[in-house]
Antibody
Framework: QVQLVESGGGVVQPGRSLRLSCAAS????????MHWVRQAPGKGLEWVAV????????YYVDSVKGRFTISRDNSKSTLYLQMNSLRAEDTAVYFC??????????????WGQGALVTVSS | EIVLTQSPGTLSLSPGERATLSCRASQSISSSSLAWYQQKPGQAPRLLIY???SRATGIPDRFSGSGSGTDFTLTISRLEPEDFAVYYCQQYDKSSAFGPGTKVDIK
């Protein structure tokens, strides 16, 4: 069955960096677009970034542009989110999620369990 | 940028009752590119409805979606105990964005 397992979360000081990983299994990872979605404590869902199946296109929410980078290694079936210049407002649970198609904007058909990132001094 | 609003913020109902949740978009969403998710505390969201009215795999038929343009509705025909949760709508017509959510709690 489809599994998405995030790792790499933790406590980090403002201005520092962190990299999240999402290990995928149970489907052909290289065939699907992948997303990051976050949820601040007690708040709603916020879409963060998407990458097309082959890494050819990447898009971000305005609040993370220039600071976060989404990438993927299809040979390892793994999705990444490099987060630089972290701010307190980036504190959230970060979910990776799978698109039903290889490119384009779509819904999220599968989700990981999430990784908590806490930005605090 | 398409902004979604959901109403009501909280819906207090009893098991067996009908729940009607609304999602309104700031501009028309083409191709009915709207989805609904259920989220329970400490869990990841679960896809319920996509394309405004198509049920995702394994979703019971008491969940139904309708609407087009700017107004969409999620209906739960008879609430089961496991349906008390937060529900989010998401548009994927232009970029991607979620509504603020509707909490369905036990009256």
């Amino acid at each position: 069955q489809v599994q998405l397992v995030e790792s790499g979360g933790g406590v980090v000081q403002p201005g520092r960096s962190l990299r999240l990983s999402c290990a995928a299994s149970g489907f052909t990872f290289s065939s699907y677009g992948m997303h990051w979605v976050r949820q601040a404590p007690g708040k709603g869902l916020e879409w963060v970034a998407v990458i097309w199946h082959d890494g050819s296109n990447k898009y971000y929410v305005d609040s993370v542009k220039g600071r976060f980078t989404i990438s993927r290694d299809n040979s390892k079936s793994t999705l990444y989110l490099q987060m630089n210049s972290l701010r307190a407002e980036d504190t959230a649970v970060y979910f990776c999620a799978r698109s039903p198609y290889s490119i384009g904007w779509h819904y999220f058909i599968s989700w990981g369990q999430g990784a908590l990132v806490t930005v605090s001094s | 940028e398409i902004v979604l609003t959901q109403s009501p913020g909280t819906l207090s109902l009893s098991p067996g009752e009908r729940a009607t949740l609304s999602c309104r978009a700031s501009q028309s969403i083409s191709s009915s590119s709207l989805a609904w998710y259920q989220q329970k505390p400490g869990q990841a969201p679960r896809l319920l409805i996509y394309g405004a009215s198509s049920r995702a795999t394994g979703i019971p038929d008491r969940f139904s979606g309708s609407g087009s343009g700017t107004d969409f509705t999620l209906t739960i025909s008879r609430l089961e105990p496991e349906d008390f949760a937060v529900y989010y709508c998401q548009q994927y017509d232009k970029s991607s964005a979620f509504g603020p959510g509707t909490k369905v709690d036990i009256k």
